[in-house]
Structures are given as structure tokens and as C-alpha cells.
Antibody, heavy 118, light 110 residues
Framework: EVQLVESGGGLVQPGGSLRLSCAAS????????MSWVRQAPGKGLEWVAN????????RYVDSVKGRFTISRDNAKNSLYLQMNSLRVEDTAVYYC???????????WGQGTLVTVSS | QSALTQPASVSGSPGQSITISCTGT?????????VSWYQQHPGKAPKLMIY???NRPSGVSNRFSGSKSGNTASLTISGLQADDEADYYC??????????FGTGTKVTVL
């Protein structure tokens, strides 16, 4: 059974940093692109970033470029999102998702809440 | 990076069929055969319902179907059931930003 479990969310002040983790099981992580998607409270879904199987290609939504870094450790079956210079508008539930190619996010974690507030 | 346009809400009675539209541009929905639909119940993670415009993942009811014409994709739910009440999001591949989601549609079963 495919499982994705996010962790690392919490309350952080504007300008602060946070690192999210996503533990993958039930499939071979190294065979898939992986994505992070976020959802602000009461709002819609927004794709944030994705990363190629070997980590050699990474893409980001414009609003996080230069502040967020996606990475992975296939040996540890884990995906990460390092978030720096956090802003109030980054407040959201962050989901990791298995990225089976071109708009097909076929498995999602339960999400972790990030709150940016002073 | 503007979102795809969906109606805010759609409603129907049990057993009826409803259709949700998803309007993009010639750079996303109109350009590629890569449109997906996700169902999200309150407080839950999204679930993939349709991919590549009209394909259903294993385990998804055949009451859910997808199509596309020009820059607009559509999700049809037939034989509407109480458990179909949820938010639905479309998504399309866009070369400038691999994924773009729709604004979301709240489906209400009357």
C-alpha cells in the first residue's frame, strides 16, 4: 500500500525557516518524480515544486523561487521541502504527492500545517 | 501563473448527472492531453479521480468521466450520490509551470 506521511509543520514567525519531510512507503521512491502542493486555509490547491527521480531537475512556482528548496533522499525513502524567508502568505497545509507525470498526482499524504504569524 | 477557471458551485439531486467545467488557455488545457481531476472531502487530502482527460485510476467509480473540447475540460458525475458531495479541482500540465490547478468547485447533493 502506497503511503506518504508528512511532518515538520508548525508555527513560525515571518522571515523564519522550516523544513518539511515526507516519508514514502509501499513503492520505489527512486522511480517517481515527487511534488509538494499547498492549500491555504479555505482556499484552493497550489502546486509548489517538484523534483525528478534522481534529484537532477527541480521546478518551482514563481512565488517560492529563491526561498524554497525541494530535495530527496531515495535511500531514506524521503522527500523534503526547505522553506526559508517565510511569509504570512505561505500559511497553508502542505501535501506531498507522488508525481506520475504531467498533471497526474496519484497518491497524496495527509498534509502538514504551516502557520506563518507573529 | 493564473489558475484555471471553474464554477464556484454545482448542485444536483441524488441520481442526477452534473458536469463541472474547467476553462484554461491554449497554453495549458488546449495544448495538452494532460488534464486531471481531484476530489477533496473536508479535512482530507485530494484524491485523483481522472487523469489524461478521460482515464480513471483503478478503484474509481465509472460514474466519473472526463472530456475536453478546445480550452475547456469537463468532469461529469452520473448517478449522483451523497458521498460525491465534496470539492473538485481540475489540473492541467503547463510547460511554464508543470502544474496549474483550477479554482475549485463545491458539489452539493440536494
Amino acid at each position: 500500500e502506497v503511503q506518504l506521511v508528512e511532518s515538520g509543520g508548525g508555527l513560525v514567525q515571518p522571515g523564519g525557516s522550516l523544513r518539511l519531510s515526507c516519508a514514502a512507503s509501499g513503492f520505489t521512491l527512486s522511480s517517481y518524480w515527487m511534488s509538494w502542493v499547498r492549500q491555504a486555509p479555505g482556499k484552493g490547491l497550489e502546486w509548489v515544486a517538484n523534483i525528478k527521480q534522481d534529484g537532477s531537475d527541480k521546478r518551482y512556482v514563481d512565488s517560492v523561487k529563491g526561498r524554497f528548496t525541494i530535495s530527496r533522499d531515495n535511500a531514506k525513502n524521503s522527500l523534503y521541502l526547505q522553506m526559508n524567508s517565510l511569509r504570512v502568505e505561505d500559511t497553508a497545509v502542505y501535501y506531498c504527492a507522488r508525481d506520475s507525470g504531467k498533471s497526474k498526482l496519484d497518491y497524496w499524504g495527509q498534509g502538514t500545517l504551516v502557520t506563518v504569524s507573529s | 501563473q493564473s489558475a484555471l477557471t471553474q464554477p464556484a458551485s454545482v448542485s444536483g439531486s441524488p441520481g442526477q448527472s452534473i458536469t463541472i467545467s474547467c476553462t484554461g488557455t491554449s497554453s495549458d488545457v488546449g495544448a495538452y492531453h494532460y488534464v486531471s481531476w481531484y476530489q477533496q472531502h473536508p479535512g482530507k487530502a485530494p484524491k485523483l479521480m481522472i487523469y489524461d482527460v478521460s482515464n480513471r485510476p483503478s478503484g474509481v467509480s465509472n460514474r466519473f468521466s472526463g472530456s475536453k473540447s478546445g480550452n475547456t475540460a469537463s468532469l461529469t458525475i452520473s448517478g449522483l450520490q451523497a458521498d460525491d458531495e465534496a470539492d473538485y479541482y481540475c489540473s492541467s500540465y503547463r510547460s511554464s509551470s508543470p502544474y496549474v490547478f483550477g479554482t475549485g468547485t463545491k458539489v452539493t447533493v440536494l
